[in-house]
């Protein structure tokens, strides 16, 4: 029992730390899914000032199987993460060298995890800047190591060995312009003092207000 109330709760900013969930009426009753609009964070942020921050994420629980990251002739089968501008300001993720904002700030960059690191390059071997290859669909490419992380802990519902811009899971999917489509989940930090159940009855019906012929509706619980 304390290992499952311990999940996902080492995370500084957990007290304010919430989910969306995507409420989607069916002719069985209301399916609950954690796959959100790929524009909701952005909305969300312009839209509702109880919210501190927003990111999309898509996790690597998302995907059917993994990638492989490859260095020369090292090849490496690894799990990926797509995150949001925000992630770093509502998750903790610590940075054993690199930069986060530079992950951020180009999507062409990419962050892996100080295991991935060790099975790639040997002790003392100058890590960023380096320029590695990632094989996964439409999303591979030559990507530039922007920083080293340590991995989640064992109680991280996400787990993931590299972490790439949302940017370019965005822009692979160009559908999810479109309110009606779905695929990221979204996260948030309410701020402080913000009442849970009056911001739960703003967000309802915030999907009918992008495309009005939805029936579909939103809610966040803590995460």
Known sequence: MQDELSVDKFHANDNQLYQ????????????????????????????????????????????SSGGVLSL?????KTDAQYIGQDFFNIFTC???????????N????????EEVAQKLFKPG??????????????????FTIA???????????????LLFNYELFFEARPFLTDWRNSDPSTYLILKEG??????????????????????????????
Do not use: R
């Open 20 to 63: 969306v969930l995507h409420n989607i009426p069916t002719s069985e009753g209301i399916l609950t899914t954690e796959t959100t609009q790929g524009l909701l964070a952005e909305a969300l942020l312009q839209e509702m000032p109880e919210v501190a921050y927003a990111a999309p994420v898509v996790p690597s629980s998302w995907f």
């Open 72 to 76: 020369n002739d090292i090849y490496v």
């Open 94 to 104: 610590k940075f054993t060298t690199g930069s986060q904002q530079e992950l951020l």
């Open 106 to 113: 180009d999507k062409y960059a990419v962050a892996i995890s």
């Open 125 to 142: 071997e100058e890590i960023i800047g380096k320029v590695i290859h990632w094989n996964k669909e439409n999303l591979s490419g030559d």
């Open 147 to 161: 920083g080293v992380f340590s991995s989640p802990p064992s109680n991280a519902t996400d787990q993931y060995d």
């Open 194 to 223: 913000g009442d849970l159940e009056q911001f739960n009855k703003k967000i309802t019906n915030l999907l009918h207000t992008k495309n009005p012929e939805t029936n579909h509706t939103l809610f966040v619980q803590k995460y």
